[in-house]
């Protein structure tokens, strides 16, 4: 059911007559399923996709959340026994190649569990290494496999529960009393921390009144420093 660098429309598109035509990647898909004789067992669907609209090759990013409505509600019904459908939040792209509206795509994904509730979880793909912009190494797709294992874990067989098994989502953000301090909270049990050169994770902080204007549009405004209190991230304009 994928296909390397295609978008969602691409995707969900299908025969209305026939939903395993082959000629389409949905109809593989389906048609794999069918073959499989093992259409009412599955439980899960593991969706990581919108590198596509994020990239400057792509002009559909602000119908994404229309967009990936139509896929989710598409294979909801035509595989039925699906319990939970495991969302993966793409990574900040390279800004040779992303366009600015990529951050809106991607805090749709972050929301897609409060909007689908209670089937869709979130994981993300943010904060992986190796990566270079585009691509994972190795190591990057072991990390997303192990926390996808202990969610998938927990919602199925009776695992344990912490809240770093998702990725950190935020609650709420708030300037201090002296405007000069903007305190971003985070779910409870989230543990935030900082590693590494926090020098290039402040570039990746900017504050924007602009929902639909990612954080690498040039007139927003670029965080100075950041301040990791356990859920509390503590950015300095």
């Known amino acids: 059911g994928s296909f390397g660098g295609a978008n969602i429309e691409y995707l969900t598109a299908n025969n209305p007559n026939n939903k395993y035509d082959i000629n389409y990647t949905y109809g593989r898909l389906m048609q794999r399923i069918k073959k499989s004789g093992q259409s009412n067992k599955i439980k899960a669907f593991v969706f990581f996709q919108g590198e596509a609209e994020a990239g400057n090759w792509d002009p559909t990013c602000i119908e994404y959340p229309t967009n990936w409505k139509m896929f989710y509600n598409k294979i909801i019904s035509d595989i039925p026994s699906i319990k939970k459908f495991y969302e993966i939040q793409i990574n900040v792209m390279s800004s040779q190649i992303q366009i600015e509206k990529a951050g809106y795509l991607r805090d749709f994904q972050r929301r897609t569990k409060e909007l689908y509730f209670p089937k869709v979880e979130i994981l993300t793909g943010i904060g992986l290494s190796p990566y270079d912009g585009v691509h994972y190494g190795l190591e990057s797709y072991k990390s997303i496999a192990k926390n996808l ?89």
């Open 149 to 237: 294992f202990n969610m998938i874990n927990r919602d199925f067989y009776s695992g344990e529960s912490f809240p770093y098994f998702e990725h950190p989502n935020i609650q709420e953000a708030y300037y201090n009393t002296s405007r000069d301090t903007v305190f971003i909270e985070f779910q409870h049990g989230q543990k935030i921390k900082g590693e590494g050169n926090l020098g290039e994770l402040v570039n990746s902080f900017y504050f924007s009144a602009d929902s639909v204007v990612s954080i690498y549009y040039p007139l927003n405004l670029r965080a100075k420093s950041l301040i990791f209190n356990g859920t509390n991230l503590v950015s300095i304009p």
